[in-house]
């Protein structure tokens, strides 16, 4: 390990603080304490990340590491001039909290959040990057990385424009990676938004008025399926569109007793849209939800948190709207815009199209990923029409718009490709599968004690299964032991902090989990490359172990995608894709630079090209799925 990965580590550390301290400054302006102002401080920090990277693209320093990081020393700076500061600091209300809730309440939440904890560091020391993105979520914000421009318009994929798709996730992804210049954060970054889940699920419930109980057994129910879980590896947008609906909705429903929250739960909704289409109907529901909070806001404060929205979430909308004439290309064309890519239209079956063909062939297949998922999705619409109540049906309602939205959805009916096709979309029900959560949770409100019964049992059925589907991962999560492990662990910490001994400062507490926290990225940092090797078995391992791609600097092209890892575990290596209209020429002055790697698979018009215009060229590494040229 190097001085120089300490330093982006830290580094990293320092611009997580400064916006997130920022951030909470404002937010207190608009809840005084509780869970809403932690959610309302994430949200602006996450939004002022994402803005930063944006503007400072515009001078092509939206990758160097020492300018975002001193914007966002800056963004704090400002705040503590012109922000006043809390009556009651976070840590003092935290420590508050600790001394004062029930002793089991202080150990469960002690012990769920060191199994997180655990979990991360275990993802980090066994990477487990999935296809989508090595495909495209990673090399899109390393681009943007690399080329200082977070936001430009990058292929990575030839015929596939994934840079049309929304990207605010990546955003975020590319404002760490840039800062930490490390890949760490690829692998910490869906737990800190599995995080916002929890928080966001657990204080709309409350406002809808769910008992403990209840709340607790739907945001676990949630939280275990095999549908989420199996996302927690990587930068997947799937978790970061939940977790951004869940803090929009909490922050929405928080907003009938604190207005003032209405001006967060926009920008968080914003940046759910921006990270996947696919929840937008429920972002409508919570607007609906939301009316007279949103009658009730200050002009001016709305048409702010709606301008951020834009910037950091409605960008991408509004420039393929204007380049293609359609807000939701390559997925959806206008009439009057573009035509879906013919890479695209290929793959646009629809779950709705043949429902009867793909629950016949693959129900076992869809049970499997969905796991207490699938309970969720009966009840969240059925027990609601037991209650009745004016909250139960609407809470259903929405369940049931969602669920129609990812049937409508493309790709959700892939059948070409067998059982895989079929259910490697099933990611897209999350959303649905979290507002059936919610409108199960409901159906308990103010009913009998039959229909509670009925409601708890659906619930812990729910866990039950998905905790049995879950464990069939096997290697692809922290083994039974390690996770008790940390639970304990989490319990014992939990309750020394309650107790408080010695009378230790907070800030020193705060100083200490800090440069641990440090540490741990350092070592996360280091090697990593290597571990993912080692541990995911990707198609051709002999061509990272190449001497031309593992030492030195040099610049390496690739076809028909990008080989993301290639960039080093500094991102130290330029790494571009051919172009579809790039001359022989162009092709062969590559080879003046560093070597192409080429892939044997899908085979292809554009392919066959790059071969005819490398003939001749020496193959200095041959694998099953890569050749390289040098």
């Not at 005819?612 to 200095?620: D, E, T």
Request: net charge positive.
């Amino acid at each position: 390990m190097t001085g120089a990965v300490i330093l982006h580590q830290l580094l990293l550390a320092a611009g997580v603080a400064s916006l997130g301290g920022a951030g909470l400054r404002l937010a207190s302006t608009l809840a005084p304490g509780g869970l809403e102002r932690v959610l309302a401080g994430f949200t602006f920090g996450a939004a002022a990340a994402g803005l930063e990277a944006l503007v400072l693209g515009l001078a092509g320093l939206g990758g160097d590491a020492a300018a975002l990081t001193l914007a966002g020393l800056g963004t704090y700076a400002v705040a503590r001039t012109l922000v006043p500061g809390p009556e009651l600091p976070v840590g003092a209300e935290l420590a508050r909290w600790l001394r004062t809730s029930a002793p089991p309440v202080v150990a469960g939440v002690g012990a769920g959040a060191a199994i997180v904890v655990a979990w991360a560091a275990w993802q980090v020391r066994h990477p487990l990057i999935g296809p989508d993105a090595l495909t495209y979520h990673l090399p899109i914000a390393t681009a943007w990385v690399q080329n200082g421009r977070p936001g430009s318009l990058v292929s990575v994929l030839d015929g596939f424009p994934f840079g049309s798709y929304p990207l605010t996730n990546e955003l975020l992804v590319a404002w760490a990676l840039g800062i930490s210049r490390g890949w760490v954060a690829v692998s910490i970054w869906s737990p800190v938004l599995f995080v916002g889940v929890v928080l966001g699920g657990w204080v709309a419930l409350r406002e809808l008025g769910v008992d403990p109980f209840e709340r607790v057994l739907a945001v676990i129910a949630v939280c275990v399926p095999p549908l989420m879980v199996g996302q927690l590896g990587a930068p997947y947008t799937d978790i970061a569109a939940l977790a951004w609906l869940a803090i929009a909705g909490g922050l929405a429903c928080a907003a009938r007793r604190q207005p003032g929250l209405v001006y967060p739960a926009v920008v968080a909704a914003a940046l759910c849209v921006g990270t996947k289409t696919t929840p937008a109907v429920l972002v409508l529901a919570l607007g609906v939800m939301a009316r007279r909070p949103l009658r009730a806001g200050r002009p001016a404060g709305l048409a702010c948190a709606l301008g951020v929205g834009v910037a950091v979430g409605g960008i991408w909308a509004v420039r393929d709207l204007i380049d293609h004439g359609s807000p939701l290309w390559p997925l959806a064309a206008a009439p009057w815009g573009d035509p879906v890519p013919a890479a695209f239209r290929a793959l646009q079956a629809r779950f709705l199209d043949h429902p009867r063909h793909l629950l016949g062939a693959y129900w076992r297949d869809y049970l499997a990923v969905l796991g207490g998922g699938a309970v969720l999705l009966g009840s969240g619409i059925a027990l609601p029409l037991v209650r009745r109540s004016r909250a139960a049906l609407g809470s259903a309602g929405a369940a049931a718009l969602a669920l129609l939205a990812w049937g409508v959805a493309p790709y959700t009916g892939l059948d070409t490709f067998g059982a895989a096709g079929a259910i490697a979309n099933t990611r897209y029900l999350l959303p649905a599968m979290a507002a059936c959560a919610v409108a199960t949770a409901v159906s308990a409100v103010g009913a009998g004690p039959g229909l509670r019964w009925i409601v708890r049992g659906a619930l812990v059925g729910s866990i039950a299964y998905s905790v049995v589907k879950t464990a069939a991962f096997g290697p692809l999560r922290p083994s039974l032991g390690t996770l008790v492990a940390a639970a304990g662990a989490g319990v014992v910490a939990a309750g020394v902090c309650r107790v408080r001994p010695l009378g230790v400062d907070r800030r020193v507490v705060a100083g200490l989990f800090g440069a641990a926290g440090v540490v741990g990225l350092a070592f996360g940092a280091h090697g990593y490359v290597g571990r993912y090797l080692a541990a995911d078995n990707p198609p051709d391992r002999a061509l990272y172990a190449l001497p031309a791609v593992s030492r030195g600097t040099v610049s390496i092209a690739s076809f028909p995608g990008v080989f993301v890892l290639l960039r080093g575990d500094r991102l130290e290596h330029p790494v571009g894709l051919i172009g579809p209209r790039e001359g022989c020429g162009a092709i062969r002055a590559r080879l003046g630079r560093g070597p192409v790697a080429v892939a044997r698979q899908p085979e292809s018009a554009g392919r066959r090209r790059v071969v005819r215009c490398l003939k001749g060229v020496h193959v200095v590494g041959v694998g099953p799925f890569v050749d390289v040229y040098a």
